[in-house]
């Protein structure tokens, strides 16, 4: 362990491998097998995050502020240039996570459980509120994912852009190789959209209310 200042009230650190200008990080709690970890600069109050093993090759996470009830976080490979995340709180069971990259601006995500299998997640910048997002598992190659606003109650959802306000979707399966979603703004109770395939370039789709079955 080289070049670590300030590190204050870590406990249960372990295994730890080639960590490198870890500065300013407080109230760190049961890391495990940790490698590869280079840069991390001004992380405060990361509290009660429990089990996080075998982390990989993570860089460049700076001013990463209130992380909080993170649990069970496993197998996060190659994740780097992560910034100015804020406030992500009650994050349960994310495992699997690969070559995720860029995350920028990412503020106020709460009561996100059971996210498996993330991969390739590139460039995803100015994420703000995303509530009570629930099992979203197998989500590949989702890139460049800009300014989502307010995003609640999503379920399996993936390579969305420019959404905002979409409230209380549910039951959405079997959606395949939906690109290029673009500017579509307040949809609210959608319900039970199932075997949406090959669904391109949609754009600028506005005010779709109470869409059932």
Request: charge should be positive; avoid cysteine.
């Amino acid at each position: 362990m080289r070049n670590m200042k300030n590190m204050r009230n870590i406990k249960n650190m372990k295994n730890m491998r080639n960590i490198k200008n870890m500065k300013n990080i407080k109230n760190i709690k049961n890391m495990k097998n940790m490698k590869n970890i280079k840069n991390m600069r001004n992380i405060k109050n990361m509290k009660n995050i429990k089990n996080m093993r075998n982390m990989k090759n993570m860089r460049n996470m700076k001013n990463i502020k209130n992380m909080k009830n993170m649990r069970n976080m496993k197998n996060m490979r190659n994740i780097k240039n992560m910034k100015n995340i804020k406030n992500m709180k009650n994050i349960k069971n994310m495992k699997n996570m690969r070559n995720i990259k860029n995350m920028r601006n990412i503020k106020n995500m709460k009561n996100i459980k059971n996210i498996k299998n993330m991969r390739n997640m590139k460039n995803m910048r100015n994420i703000k509120d995303m509530r009570n997002i629930k099992n979203m598992k197998n989500m590949k190659n989702i890139k460049n994912m800009k300014n989502i606003k307010n995003i609640k109650n999503m379920r399996n959802m993936k390579n969305m852009r420019n959404i905002k306000n979409m409230k209380n979707m549910r039951n959405m399966k079997n959606m395949k190789n939906i690109k290029n979603m673009r500017n579509m703004k307040n949809m609210r109770n959608i319900k039970n959209m199932k075997n949406m395939r090959n669904i391109k370039n949609m754009r600028n789709i506005k005010n779709m209310k109470n869409m059932e079955h």
